[in-house]
């Protein structure tokens, strides 16, 4: 069974900075793909940011210059940086990891979602 679990929201100030952290365990053969959505109350998730096992990026053109997505494949957790926060920023933030899983001898692949946390950007 695989887990995702991330950390590090909350309650910050507009231009304030937070860091979520999400780690994957359980039995996982290999991590191809991690990321970050997030969902605002009334709309849609929107990938905020992701990075391949090579460790290639990309943003949303919202928080470009703002956020910065980092892995470390050692520990199977993925970073998500966040300076100079907005009230815009305000919603629950998933991290998400497209994976291979072990179960005896079977290698399946699949994706996987984290529970979220709640990221307040508020005076």
């Known amino acids: 069974q695989v887990q995702l679990v991330e950390s590090g929201g909350g309650l910050v100030q507009p231009g304030g900075s937070l860091r979520l952290s999400c780690a994957a365990s359980g039995s996982i053969f290999s991590i191809i793909d991690m990321g970050w959505y997030r969902q605002a109350p009334g709309k849609q998730r929107e990938l905020v940011a992701g990075?391949?096992?090579?460790?290639?990026?990309n943003y949303a053109d919202s928080v470009k210059g703002r956020f910065t997505i980092s892995r470390d494949n050692a520990k199977n957790t993925v970073y998500l940086q966040m300076n100079s926060l907005k009230p815009e920023d305000t919603a629950v933030y998933y991290c998400?990891?497209?994976?291979?899983?072990?179960?005896?001898?079977?290698?399946?692949?699949?994706?996987?979602w984290g529970q979220g946390t709640q990221v307040t950007v508020s005076s």
């Open positions: 990075i391949t096992g090579g460790g290639s990026t």
């Open positions: 998400s990891a497209h994976l291979y899983e072990i179960s005896g001898s079977r290698i399946s692949g699949g994706d996987y």
